[in-house]
Nanobody, 121 residues
Framework: QVQLVESGGGLVAAGGSLRLSCAAS?????????LGWYRQAPGKQRELVAA???????NYADSVKGRFTISRDNTKITVYLQMNSLQPEDTAVYYC??????????????WGQGTQVTVSS
């Protein structure tokens, strides 16, 4: 069973930094393609924050460009999100997402349990 375990959330003052980590395990018979971070603030839809493909191509939401950096360690099957210059509007539950490709026709997506990030003004 695929499991994604996130860590690194917490409370930080505006302008501060946090680093989120997400470790994947239980992946058998497939390979991880894209890893991503999403967030959901109260009363809002879940949105993509950043994603990174197996080849290292990254994609960021406009609201975090220049402040957040996504990276991955394929040997540890871990994805990171370095968040700098945090603002109160970054407050949300952050979710890790993994796309696991089992065949040319089958790709499954898995989610972590979420980690709370709160930025005080």
């Amino acid at each position: 069973q695929v499991q994604l375990v996130e860590s690194g959330g917490g409370l930080v003052a505006a302008g501060g930094s946090l680093r989120l980590s997400c470790a994947a395990s239980g992946i058998f018979g497939g390979g991880i393609d894209t890893l991503g971070w999403y967030r959901q603030a109260p009363g809002k839809q879940r949105e993509l924050v950043a994603a990174i493909t197996a080849g290292g191509t990254t994609n960021y939401a406009d609201s975090v460009k220049g402040r957040f950096t996504i990276s991955r360690d394929n040997t540890k099957i871990t994805v990171y999100l370095q968040m700098n210059s945090l603002q109160p509007e970054d407050t949300a539950v952050y979710y890790c997402n993994a796309e696991v490709k089992y065949s040319s026709r089958t790709t499954n997506r898995y989610w972590g349990q979420g980690t709370q990030v709160t930025v005080s003004s």
